[in-house]
């Protein structure tokens, strides 16, 4: 009897638990927008553009709780977006993707890369006429390749780069013959930076590592790093005082295997938390590309 009685005081309390883990995912929800501008600093919503354009909603295939972290490829007169989809069932992320002939309209199509640990920040690009992927893989202590083997849904592992870390929104980039990381941690409050003369092997530390620490504001990467009139630019999201406030930009204005410098590019966020709507409450990433004369960005914003 004292067992049943027992389960009788305790079957609420979990369910109160439970409850209150389900209200902390969905105050947490991520939603997927686009915005636009004449530059990389000038972004906001298009007049046209219904957003958010992707939510947990559009989700089909598992239970989601949101969606984040987008990444966007042009291939075949479409725009392919790859992006973190939470699964209500696990709590692990897992990797998605949507389609898009205008950039405005998307249209969700499904799951394509998962794993028996979390995985996000699918930073997509293209190297010889080959598509990869280096998603975020903390739970593994490793920054993994993945090689699409059929573009945009079959991915299978390549290797991995980086191993012994909990490494956070790994961002890859090519620069003088030269492959760059960027890497956080789950703290948001460190970069560093590896490099690379072939891609899938051969990474070392910059001789300046941590290139930034202590510092929660600029540390976590918020994107692709870009290439403009000649100029490298870095996004970093805000993670102070809240995680995924709003992002800022850095010109890199030096970088070689011993140095390396960068510049605030303005004290005002190129995209931040709105007050009202999906994005209320923060955003934390953008995906720029140009598109004729001005630019294109995937962005995500936190409701509360």
Same mark, same amino acid.
């Given at each position: 009897?004292?067992?049943?009685?027992?389960?009788?005081?305790?079957?609420?309390?979990?369910?109160?638990?439970?409850?209150?883990?389900?209200?902390?995912?969905?105050?947490?929800?991520?939603?997927?927008?686009?915005?636009?501008?004449?530059?990389?600093?000038?972004?906001?919503?298009?007049?046209?553009?219904?957003?958010?354009?992707?939510?947990?909603?559009?989700?089909?295939?598992?239970?989601?709780?949101?969606?984040?972290?987008?990444?966007?490829?042009?291939?075949?007169?479409?725009?392919?977006?790859?992006?973190?989809?939470?699964?209500?069932?696990?709590?692990?992320?897992?990797?998605?993707?949507? @389609?898009? !002939?205008? #950039?405005?309209?998307? /249209?969700?199509?499904?799951?394509? *890369?998962?794993?028996?640990? =979390?995985? +996000?920040? %699918?930073?997509?690009?293209?190297?010889?006429?080959?598509?990869?992927?280096?998603?975020?893989?903390?739970?593994?202590?490793?920054?993994?390749?993945?090689?699409?083997?059929?573009?945009?849904?079959?991915?299978?592992?390549?290797?991995?780069?980086?191993?012994?870390?909990?490494?956070?929104?790994?961002?890859?980039?090519?620069?003088?013959?030269?492959?760059?990381?960027?890497?956080?941690?789950?703290?948001?409050?460190?970069?560093?930076?590896?490099?690379?003369? @072939?891609? !899938?092997? #051969?990474?070392?530390? /910059?001789?300046?590592?941590?290139? *930034?620490?202590?510092?929660? =504001?600029? +540390?976590? %990467?918020?994107?692709?790093?870009?290439?403009?009139?000649?100029?490298?630019?870095?996004?970093?999201?805000?993670?102070?005082?809240?995680?995924?406030?709003?992002?800022?930009?850095?010109?890199?204005?030096?970088?070689?295997?011993?140095?390396?410098?960068?510049?605030?590019?303005?004290?005002?966020?190129?995209?931040?938390?709105?007050?009202?709507?999906?994005?209320?409450?923060?955003?934390?990433?953008?995906?720029?590309?140009?598109?004729?004369?001005?630019?294109?960005?995937?962005?995500? #914003?936190?409701?509360?």
């Amino acid at each position: 009897m004292k067992k049943y009685y027992i389960y009788f005081i305790l079957l609420p309390v979990l369910l109160f638990s439970c409850a209150i883990y389900q209200r902390i995912q969905d105050d947490h929800r991520w939603s997927i927008g686009i915005y636009e501008g004449p530059t990389l600093f000038d972004l906001a919503p298009g007049s046209d553009t219904d957003n958010p354009v992707l939510t947990a909603d559009d989700v089909v295939d598992i239970p989601a709780v949101f969606v984040a972290d987008p990444f966007l490829i042009f291939k075949n007169e479409k725009y392919f977006m790859f992006f973190e989809v939470l699964n209500r069932k696990n709590n692990q992320g897992e990797i998605a993707y949507a @389609e898009s !002939t205008d #950039g405005k309209k998307w /249209h969700y199509r499904k799951v394509v *890369l998962r794993e028996p640990f =979390h995985l +996000s920040y %699918p930073y997509v690009f293209e190297w010889n006429g080959d598509f990869y992927m280096i998603p975020e893989s903390y739970q593994d202590d490793s920054v993994r390749l993945y090689k699409a083997l059929e573009f945009p849904d079959k991915w299978e592992f390549a290797g991995k780069l980086l191993t012994g870390d909990q490494y956070s929104d790994a961002s890859i980039f090519r620069y003088q013959d030269k492959w760059w990381m960027f890497v956080s941690d789950t703290r948001s409050n460190v970069l560093n930076l590896y490099f690379s003369d @072939e891609l !899938t092997k #051969g990474w070392r530390p /910059h001789a300046k590592n941590p290139i *930034l620490k202590s510092n929660k =504001h600029f +540390s976590r %990467p918020a994107g692709r790093v870009i290439m403009d009139k000649g100029k490298l630019f870095r996004f970093a999201q805000d993670d102070d005082p809240d995680y995924g406030i709003q992002v800022f930009a850095f010109e890199i204005v030096e970088l070689s295997e011993t140095a390396y410098a960068d510049r605030l590019v303005s004290e005002k966020p190129i995209i931040t938390k709105t007050g009202t709507g999906w994005n209320a409450a923060g955003m934390h990433h953008v995906d720029p590309w140009q598109t004729g004369d001005g630019w294109m960005s995937a962005v995500d #914003g936190r409701c509360r």
